[in-house]
């Protein structure tokens, strides 16, 4: 009879954001499949937790996937953590769970603690609708270009980002998205827990002033608004663009990016049969 793969999500900082059925889960595993065997050590020594620990990183996943399927397929239990927070979420583990389920293996999510839940939920800005975007590219140009990609996106932008290149994504955040609300989140549940608030100009000041920025940072930023006036009609809104001299079809493809909506609801709105 097959096993059991448990996603069991650990703390991001404080040891005590651990909920019982994550300490019952990982003292009952067969195995536990960590990032790092020392820093998932930590956790399981404050718990007096005796589980064998295994290494499942970036640079051994491919291998050790396909070992602990095995090892699943035997019947063993496995705990997949990360170092911080919910595994999967910009960390390893997407291998094995792919490799279980296609051996009809029972994946159960021991859900907890997650950083980009966290700072969403005290940052201030709306929580309606996010995009989650892991981390942002490390180059400049590639980075800028992710912006743009997401620049109308109508949800609040979440990111993951290393202390030495926060105040230059700030910066291209600037350039690329404008004067929209930033908020840094910086060493989340630890003793230098952190929230910064402004315009990304106003938070990259901020942190420019300082001797050195350290720590885990989310990064979040506001929710494009729509540039054509909201209080106005689609069909009004399409007539505009007319008037500003472009073709109705083109104007009607215009309205559909303002309001994020189908080409087709926009043709519906004003009446306009599809060519």
């Known amino acids: 009879?097959?096993?059991?793969?448990?996603?069991?999500?650990?703390?991001?900082?404080?040891?005590?954001?651990?909920?019982?059925?994550?300490?019952?889960?990982?003292?009952?595993?067969?195995?536990?499949?960590?990032?790092?065997?020392?820093?998932?050590?930590?956790?399981?020594?404050?718990?007096?937790?005796?589980?064998?620990?295994?290494?499942?990183?970036?640079h051994n996943e491919a291998a050790r996937a396909e070992e602990l399927a095995s090892k699943l397929q035997a019947g063993a239990s496995v705990a997949l953590v990360s170092d911080a927070g919910m595994p999967l979420v910009s960390d390893p583990g997407y291998r094995l769970v792919r490799a279980a389920i296609g051996a009809g293996i029972r994946v159960v999510p021991v859900p907890g603690p997650s950083a980009l839940v966290a700072a969403l939920a005290a940052s201030g800005l709306p929580t309606d609708a996010f995009f989650f975007g892991g981390f942002l590219p490390p180059k400049a140009g590639q980075r800028a270009r992710t912006l743009e990609a997401l620049r109308d996106e109508p949800a609040t932008l979440i990111f993951y980002e290393a202390p030495h290149r926060i105040i230059e994504t700030l910066g291209d955040i600037e350039n690329v998205l404008g004067e929209r609300t930033v908020v840094v989140a910086r060493e989340l549940t630890k003793v230098h827990e952190e929230f910064l608030r402004g315009t990304a100009a106003e938070v990259?000041?901020?942190?420019?002033?300082?001797?050195?920025?350290?720590?885990?940072?989310?990064?979040?930023?506001?929710?494009?608004?729509?540039?054509?006036?909201?209080?106005?009609?689609?069909?009004?809104?399409?007539?505009?663009?007319?008037?500003?001299?472009?073709?109705?079809?083109e104007a009607v493809k215009k309205v559909a990016k303002d309001r994020h909506l189908p080409k087709r609801e926009v043709y519906r709105l004003t009446q306009i049969e599809k060519p």
């Open 204 to 249: 990259r000041a901020a942190l420019a002033a300082r001797p050195s920025v350290k720590g885990e940072i989310t990064l979040l930023v506001g929710k494009a608004t729509a540039s054509r006036a909201d209080d106005t009609t689609v069909e009004a809104a399409v007539e505009a663009y007319i008037r500003e001299g472009v073709s109705r079809m």
């Open 1 to 58: 009879m097959s096993g059991t793969l448990y996603l069991v999500a650990t703390p991001i900082g404080n040891l005590e954001d651990i909920t019982y059925r994550a300490v019952r889960t990982l003292r009952e595993a067969d195995v536990i499949a960590c990032e790092d065997t020392r820093q998932t050590r930590k956790l399981l020594d404050h718990y007096a937790i005796a589980s064998p620990l295994v290494s499942y990183h970036e």
